[in-house]
């Protein structure tokens, strides 16, 4: 019972995120993503971002808060042209500057956002 729940909820997901990218497509406005640092779901909203928009899609969209896996990052910066990815101030430190720090570093500048999310997270 717990996997077939864990299924439905997954289903949903999938469903409300479709549709959020079919209204960002529709509406002509940016799609701003947010992902768990996890490489199915980082699998999966790649798959669903090339079913709705298409690979090398023109939509604006920008990953806001990145902290994910440098492949998902190049990936998805390589078959989306106008996709920009947003950092918190977790890019300075010291546990996590390896892998934010690759990303970084190998991101084309001007596709790099930096994000301040208020009290909640470092500056």
């Known amino acids: 019972a717990k996997t077939d729940y864990a299924q439905r909820q997954r289903d949903m997901q999938v469903s409300v995120v ?9 509406l002509g406005l940016p799609l701003v993503i947010q992902l768990p ?3 199915e779901a980082e699998r999966k909203m790649a798959e669903i971002l090339v079913s709705e ?9 920008f990953l806001s808060r990145f902290h994910g896996r440098p492949k998902c990052a190049a990936a998805l ?9 947003g950092f918190s101030g977790l890019v300075t430190f010291s546990k996590l500057r390896g892998n934010l720090g690759e990303i970084v570093f190998d ?8 994000e301040s999310m208020g009290p909640s997270y470092p500056p």
């Open 107 to 114: 991101a084309p500048l001007e596709r790099l956002l930096l």
């Open 18 to 26: 479709t549709r959020q990218i079919q209204l960002s497509r529709d």
């Open 37 to 39: 640092t996890q490489d």
């Open 53 to 61: 928009l298409g690979e090398g899609s023109q939509h604006p969209m």
């Open 77 to 85: 910066l390589k078959h989306f042209p106008r996709l920009y990815i």
